[in-house]
């Protein structure tokens, strides 16, 4: 079970007289829920460069409950990047268990995860991989692999090639071309989220094996990557105040990414 389906699922917090983990309280887990619901919410939205605060505040609960659930940012950070990454895997072979044609495989994946938000959410790290299209670094390779693992904190250093390849996330109101000025915010960095490699292996490996059949199939373009998939799922549509309006764009702009990822007649 993942992290947070076992917290959860469990409610339980500390242990008991006799070594027992105690239930949470009714109200302790309905605030659990709202805040990892929250931190979902305004990650995906603003990244996890997000304060704490605004996580509460979308939570409707003080921070100071936020911080007891998570004695960090970086801890709640980890739960949402592990729980997201381990979506995203089980959607991805869900995808390659139940379609039998490459294609229709791939964009399986590809639509349930856009549709889940959860690839908004992948660790940062993860989508700096290795996009050389040589034959020594087609997706499914284990060298692709080792690239994304190098790429979580705590390995070796990113190639700095690799930067321009990870999407900014969605800015803020105003400051997009053309809004009011406003006064430029000091940047927030991206924390960094340890634990989450072997993960991120898995995600690779699995996705790695959808993009590898679609190309096979010759229905797949030769020089995608694991890497321009992440960055399908990891694509947003601008917010837009109608939810109908906003599904549609989401998927208008995911037709044309699949268009785009489509080989062409020779």
């Given amino acids: 079970m993942s992290t947070l389906g076992a917290a959860l699922g469990s409610g339980t917090v500390g242990a008991g007289a006799h070594g027992r983990s105690a239930p949470l309280r009714v109200d302790a887990q309905r605030n659990l829920e709202h805040v990892l619901r929250a931190a979902r919410e305004v990650f995906g939205e603003l990244g996890y460069g997000a304060p704490m605060e605004d996580v509460a ?3 409707r609960v003080g921070v100071g409950t936020v911080y007891r659930r998570f004695p960090s ?12 990454t381990s979506r995203l895997t089980d959607q991805a072979r869900s995808a390659l268990g ?3 044609e490459p294609w229709s495989a791939l964009s399986r994946f590809l639509r349930t995860s856009v549709a889940s938000g959860a690839g908004r959410l992948l660790p940062p790290q993860i989508l700096r991989v290795d996009v050389d299209t040589d034959d020594s670094t ?3 390779d284990p060298g692709a692999v080792r690239a994304a693992e190098s790429a979580v904190p705590g390995s070796a250093a990113v190639d700095a090639r690799d930067e321009p390849r990870v ?3 969605r800015q803020e109101a105003g400051q ?3 809004g009011p000025r406003v006064a430029e915010p000091r940047p927030v960095p991206e924390p960094e989220i340890d634990g989450v490699g072997s ?5 690779l490996e699995v996705v ?6 679609a190309r096979t199939s010759g229905e797949l373009r030769r020089d995608v990557t694991v890497a321009d998939v992440l960055l399908v799922i990891a694509t947003a549509a601008p917010a837009l105040p109608d939810a109908a309006q906003q599904a549609a764009a989401s998927a208008r702009l995911l037709d044309i990414l699949l268009e785009g990822l489509r080989s062409r007649p020779a």
């Avoid at 940012?73 to 997201?84: C, G, M, P, Q």
């Avoid at 993960?199 to 995600?203: P, Q, T, V």
């Fill in 98 to 100: 139940q379609e039998e």
């Fill in 199 to 203: 993960g991120s292996a898995e995600l």
């Fill in 73 to 84: 940012k970086d801890v709640l950070v980890r739960r949402i990047a592990e729980e997201e």
């Fill in 208 to 213: 790695g094996r959808l993009v590898d059949r």
């Fill in 138 to 140: 087609v997706v499914g």
């Fill in 176 to 178: 997009a071309t053309g």
């Fill in 167 to 169: 999407p900014q996330q």
């Fill in 57 to 59: 505040r979308r939570a």
